[in-house]
């Protein structure tokens, strides 16, 4: 069935860092995929979106890129914040219905 | 802005208590979709409903049913609570018409305790 593998956390670095967090995927079909992101105390939240291969989501200095080749969506940002600290979460939708598939999420902490 | 509010934070029960976790959103959303998190599982889908007064079971629903009887409500309830429901339960709600590709907005979350 189709699934996202993430990147086990936590994942420590010092502020102005470069970002990477590793999200696969196995799906049928085209999927959408998206980061959301959760800030401590705080729900969820879109971070970005794509919706087809080859299209670049991002916000907030963060960006990734649908790799239907390598069934990736990466998640970077040149130079991360304090404030970035947060668990992210890779997902994709599931057919026709309106479901999400989750990965297990990537503790994000930045260092001053 | 689109709201989903959860009705409590924080949650202790018994085990074998009722519980009732409720979740409303203001934006006339047809989807609706209750969540459990735990640690290294990100987030597992117990059941979501994309109209009133109609469900459909997600990937762990066995101990737990919903009810929705207003389209801006949608209601998780824990018939037997059990230890092993303690867990960060969040709900979700996303506009139908766009299908799959939709934004799903979350509420806070309720930490559930169950003792």
């Known amino acids: 069935g189709d699934s996202v593998t993430q990147m086990e956390g936590p994942v420590t670095l010092s502020e102005e860092a470069f970002l990477t967090i590793n999200c696969t995927y196995t799906a049928t079909g085209y999927p959408s995929l998206f980061w959301y992101v959760q800030y401590p105390g705080e729900g969820l939240q879109l971070l970005l979106k794509a919706t087809k291969a080859d299209d670049k989501g991002s916000n907030k200095g963060f960006e990734a890129t649908y790799r239907k080749e390598t069934t990736s969506f990466h998640l970077e940002k040149g130079s991360v914040q304090v404030s970035d600290s947060a668990v992210y979460f890779c997902?994709?939708?599931?057919?026709?219905?309106?479901?999400?598939?989750w990965g297990a999420g990537t503790k994000l902490i930045i260092k001053p | 802005d689109v709201k989903v509010t959860q009705s409590s934070r924080y949650l202790v029960k018994r085990t074998g208590e009722k519980v009732f976790l409720e979740c409303v959103q203001d934006m006339d959303h047809e989807n609706m979709f209750w969540y459990r998190q735990d640690p290294g599982l990100g987030l597992r889908l117990i059941y979501f409903?994309?109209?009133?007064?109609?469900?459909e079971k997600g990937d762990i629903p066995e101990g737990y049913s919903v009810s929705r009887e207003k389209k801006e409500r949608f209601s998780l309830i824990l018939e037997s609570a059990s230890t092993n429901q303690t867990s960060m339960y969040l709900c979700a709600s996303s506009p139908q018409y766009r299908g799959p590709k939709e934004t799903q907005y979350f509420g806070p979350g309720t930490r559930l305790l169950v003792l």
């Open positions: 997902a994709l939708s599931r057919g026709s219905n309106y479901q999400l598939i």
């Open positions: 409903s994309y109209d009133v007064k109609m469900k």
